[in-house]
């Protein structure tokens, strides 16, 4: 399968744990893209990657996110001394940079956050 | 603020019967995405609009967009059980690389 795949698929960890969530794009696929998803929401964008080079990084994301992708490849997000309230689906996708507009984003799986 | 809405979010619909779900955009935006999502699954992409009066047709799922309106919809025609899930719209901010997903429209045909 060369879809988007991302690791764990489900996280329980308790307030104030850091957790770690790692996401392989579709190879070749130089952009990659984070969000959020809570229940009955639709996603929310959190930050945006061009190769390895972060771009574009939402309000959303507070000084315990942190994100990378070193050699424009994986991408790992990182959140620091969890809160109740960033339980949620954390989605990944990536697109692959063409000439013209923008093209459509292929999601991996998710990452379900439980924070207990 | 920026906000992408959809009408209605939630919709219960006979098999066999139409209609349509519209998406509201308060960005400027050439390009308008949607998207399906089944219970804990992740998202699906159905189409992509890249124009002022884009039409494009997928089996009984049918999108268009009016970017003067800055509004999309997306009709059903004869509704099937294997269509019930939730449709989002999504639009990207020019100049960013940022996108915005509509509130989503949970969509349940009954057979």
């Known amino acids: 399968d060369t879809g988007v795949s991302q690791d764990p698929r489900h996280k329980i960890t308790k307030r104030g744990q850091n957790v770690t969530f790692r996401c392989d794009p579709i190879s070749e696929h130089n952009r990659l893209y984070w969000y959020r998803q809570t229940l009955g929401q639709g996603p929310e964008f959190l930050t945006y990657f061009q190769n390895e080079a972060q771009l574009e990084k939402s309000r959303l994301l507070s000084d315990r996110f942190s994100a990378e992708r070193p050699k424009g490849s994986f991408s790992t997000l990182e959140i620091q001394r969890t809160e109740q309230g960033d339980s949620a689906m954390y989605l990944c996708?990536?697109?692959?940079?063409?000439?013209?507009?923008?093209?459509?984003?292929?999601f991996g799986p998710g990452t379900r956050l439980t924070v207990l | 603020e920026l906000k992408v809405e959809q009408n209605p979010l939630f919709l219960s619909m006979q098999e066999g019967k139409n209609y349509t779900i519209y998406c509201n955009y308060s960005?400027?935006?050439?390009?308008l995405y949607w998207y399906r999502q089944d219970p804990g699954k992740s998202l699906e992409s159905l189409f992509v609009l890249l124009s002022n009066g884009a039409v494009k047709q997928e089996g009984r799922l049918m999108a268009s967009l009016d970017t003067k309106a800055r509004l999309s919809t997306l009709h059903i025609t004869a509704a099937v059980h294997d269509l019930s899930a939730t449709y989002f719209c999504?639009?990207?901010?020019?100049?960013?690389?940022?996108?915005?997903f509509g509130t989503g429209t949970r969509l349940k045909v009954l057979a």
């Open positions: 996708a990536s697109s692959q940079i063409m000439q013209g507009p923008n093209v459509e984003q292929f």
């Open positions: 999504a639009v990207d901010i020019e100049g960013t690389y940022k996108y915005i």
């Open positions: 960005t400027t935006s050439d390009r």
